[in-house]
């Protein structure tokens, strides 16, 4: 379990977390991704933050909260703000990270860094982690991820470096510990001394990081770090998709972010040659090839996808006409297919009339569609301009041009494949209805693949019940030409449903 806690409430013992999510067929591994905090300082006033950041985050006028945890290569300047702590720990990692400890500081190490005197007014009743037995024992792989030892300052963008290093061994998972270099940044000469109590404690050159998970930036000397040879190509794409990740929550006086052709140079001669059967240590995440093929070589963006290609809704709970949507679905078996199944056939018994009587239905759009399509196709760092007098959207009426940029912010989200869609489906009800062939959709496709075939919403709706009741027919009786005749009769009667075996019963 876990608590939040303030990055100012945070005591030695606490365990903190220092990396993100691990994409793996592997189970979680118990206390996975924190480390236990052995030193603790308030940088009050700290002079070494670039001003910048302090009119971003106000907080950091007054205190910043460095920590150095079990484990990991550097000390840690937190992000303001609550952090989450572990309360449940495995009784001999708590006595092992105890008696070995990774840093013994004994005085600040930060220009202007203090020792705290006092326990901080918002810990509340947060104790100490009390020592709980893992529920599941893990279970050690083979082999683990090849890495080697590189200085910091050759890190790159993208690096997976061991952050952490979990007792006990025995439970570590292939690439347990491992984690994206999500930003970098150098320190020398001045900008060692205005940040360092002792400046020769970074033998040279500080390096900046953050990484994936990690509240805050990591502070690096100059020493030999280690990096995944090869990551699991399944996690990196994953990891570079996350929209959490980004660059620091503040930046320091004097520091450069180097070039990343030169940190490849400095990397190339650190870096050996992968085991020939290094990608075979990861059984893949997904059940179908094809997932895996969107997965590796798909794009994310916003573009425009036939109406007919996306899935019809599983709950349109604000609509007016939900109630009658809702007993139409008590025809079918029940499952969440037939419920979009019974939105396509509500959909295509709705007259104009009624469609007009709904909010949603009040707008253009069409023009609304196109707008967002126009947006989405400018580069808004290259054409920042363009961008601007695109957003602005000035041909739209008022309340049209609401909805529309509501849509650039907000997007439909669907991926190529999925059953279903988020944050849209009265959007996409809306745009059928007025008969958007070309919907602006959020997600991960696979540039080139043909698209489908343009149908009419209403054709559309026809076909999905009518290819439903053909199918649920040849599931009980086996292929032959009676589903394929029944099965229309059914989508056009709804009566008859009752005469056919219910195997399931329906969810309230």
Known sequence: MTRPCLDRALLVGDYLPVAGYRVTTEPRRPGEGYARIEWVEHIHNPSFVDPDSMDVIPELTDALVAVCCQGLPGPVLLRSGDHRVLTEVAPERLVWDAEHPTWSMGKPLFVGGQVPRKVHWSRGDLAAPVGVSPKTASVPPTRRAASFAKPASALCIGDYLRIHVQFPKRDRGIDEGYHRVEWLAHLTGEGIAGLLVDPTWANGTVTLVTVQGLGGMLVLPEADVHVQVQPNVERTVWDKEDTRRGGPPFTLTGAVEPDPDVQRAKDADHRPAAPEDEADLYPTVFSTPEARTLHLDGVTAVRAVPASALPW?????????????????????????????AHAELFAELTEEEFAACPYHQGDWQAIAEAVLACAEVDEDEEPDRAR??????????????????????????????????????RLCAMRAAGVVRVPVHGRFLPGAEMAVVTDAQEHARQTVETYWIERLTELWGPGPWPARLGPVLAGHRILRWLLPRPERRRE
Request: charged residues 30%; proline residues 4%; hydrophobic residues 25%.
């Open 389 to 426: 007098e695109l957003y602005a959207m000035s041909h739209l009426s008022p309340q049209d041009r609401q909805w529309a940029q509501d849509m650039v912010r907000d997007n439909i989200c669907w991926d190529e494949g999925d059953s279903s869609l988020t944050n849209g489906q009265h």
């Open 313 to 341: 809704p599983h709950s349109l709970f604000r609509c007016e006409y939900a109630g009658r949507g809702k007993r139409i679905a008590r025809t079918y078996p029940g499952g969440d297919r037939e419920d979009q199944t």
